[in-house]
């Protein structure tokens, strides 16, 4: 089952905006990522040239993407995600954390053209992403 249209046009145009503006997200997202759950920093010691990070990064921004579209394959990631990292002992909660940290990122690079509806859209896809997460 698709997405809410008005939830899929504002998550989907806000990362089309932080893209064209900021290029490359990888760099902001973690840097707040690890300031915001330092003791994460420390699972990411073999990733010397960040290509761990984008790579991970690039999966949840299919996630999202499938989440607020066709939902084909956003679910089972999710979960497949959370169960995987749980053998590195990365909590589940770190999984709700992420996603908030990408939205917080992309609305510091927006600025004013994070509207009223793009905040309302992220703030709808995250409250049922949390329920995904947990489920897993």
């Given amino acids: 089952m698709a997405a809410d249209l008005a939830v899929s046009t504002a998550v989907e145009r806000s990362l089309e905006l932080a893209a064209e503006k900021a290029g490359d997200l990888t760099p902001l997202v973690y840097a707040r990522l690890f300031a915001e759950q330092p003791k994460v ?52 909660d770190i999984f709700r954390t992420f996603f908030r940290v990408v939205a917080n990122t992309v609305r510091e690079v927006l600025g004013d053209a994070w509207t009223a509806d793009i905040d309302t859209a992220w703030a709808a896809m995250l409250a ?3 329920s995904y997460v947990e489920a897993a």
């Fill in 41 to 92: 920093e420390a699972l990411f010691w073999r990733d010397k040239t960040g290509s761990i990070r984008g790579e991970m990064l690039s999966r949840v921004f299919e996630a999202i993407l499938d989440f607020v579209g066709e939902r084909q394959y956003a679910e089972h990631l999710i979960k497949a995600s959370v169960f995987v990292h749980a053998e590195y002992d990365v909590p589940p």
């Fill in 128 to 130: 049922e992403l949390d």
